[in-house]
């Protein structure tokens, strides 16, 4: 793909059933782009039931920055995948706070031996369902994982878009 | 103690330098990590508003005392299209770009004094400061 050829990757590699995206550069527009299209198709070819996203190396986290982030999880909630995000700093997560961003819905843990337990911990989504792309609708995992995540996935969603405009 | 630090910002990368100038500048005037991660998060929302309503601006952060203690202080300028509705752009969920807001009231809740002044077709100016 040579429109991103200059922009910097996120680490990705796939673990036990799960993709582990390690961001340790700074989400600007280009990069969050490049990271949605990886992550997302490295989540459609190899069927992962789960991503974590490991956000320990990010030193400040703005507002759009973690809208974007958020989106991204809106669609691989909608992809029938599970995220977790990883790692969060205390200052990072001061700044999101005091700034009131919507945190509900969110997945977090503390570290990766803590977000492999809590993947652990949900029920498995069938992989070989999974593998076309289309959304989990059919199994109980997938219906019940859409409808709790649908109210915050389907503005953001349509607002990453819309911003590209 | 360095002294103040003055930037254009015209490009996301100006942008993103500004930011970790500015977590670096806050720890050498003695804020803790938190803070100074919070005071770069209220320079990027700044930062960000300038690009995207003003095209380019300009940036310092420097440091202020008064009786009790020390702390910094940033000011951040643009001569952009200037905000109609000072009032309503301090309200929480007020977006004047159908998105996600100028993020104001959030850079508020971040430092601990907050100045907006605007005047629609001019510009806007915002003075900030936090204690340490």
């Known amino acids: 793909m040579p429109l991103f050829d200059n922009i910097p990757r996120v680490a990705m590699q796939v673990s036990r059933d799960v993709v582990v995206a390690s961001i340790q550069v700074d989400l600007d527009d280009e990069v969050l782009n490049r990271f949605r299209e990886d992550l997302l198709g490295r989540v459609h070819e190899t069927g992962s039931r789960a991503v974590i996203l490991d956000v320990s190396g990010v030193d400040t986290m703005d507002c759009d920055e973690f809208a974007a982030l958020r989106s991204i999880i809106s669609m691989i909630t909608i992809m029938g995948s599970q995220s977790v995000l990883v790692g969060l700093q205390p200052g990072v997560v001061s700044a999101l706070i005091e700034m009131d961003v919507d945190v509900a819905g969110l997945q977090t843990a503390i570290d990766l031996d803590a977000a492999f337990e809590l993947i652990q911990m949900t029920p498995a989504v069938e992989p070989e369902a999974e593998a076309d792309g289309l959304p989990e609708v059919d199994s109980d995992v997938g219906q019940v994982e859409i409808a709790e995540a649908g109210e915050a996935a389907i503005p953001d969603a349509g607002r990453l878009f819309g911003d590209e405009s | ?132």
């Open chain 2, 1 to 132: 103690m360095s002294a103040e630090l003055r930037r254009k910002i015209s490009s996301e990368m100006d942008l993103r330098r500004v930011v970790l100038e500015s977590t670096r500048y806050s720890q050498e005037a003695g804020f803790d990590e938190a803070p100074s991660r919070m005071i770069a998060t209220a320079v990027s929302e700044l930062g960000r508003n300038i690009l995207k309503y003003a095209g380019s601006g300009e940036f310092l952060l420097r440091h202020v005392k008064r009786p009790s203690g020390r702390g910094i202080e940033m000011q951040v300028s643009d001569h952009g299209p200037g905000i109609n509705d000072t009032e309503q752009a301090m309200q929480d969920n007020f977006s004047s770009g159908g998105t996600l807001g100028l993020g104001l009231p959030g850079v508020k809740r971040l430092m601990d004094e907050f100045t907006l002044e605007s005047s629609p077709g001019k510009g806007t100016r915002i003075t900030a400061r936090k204690w340490i």
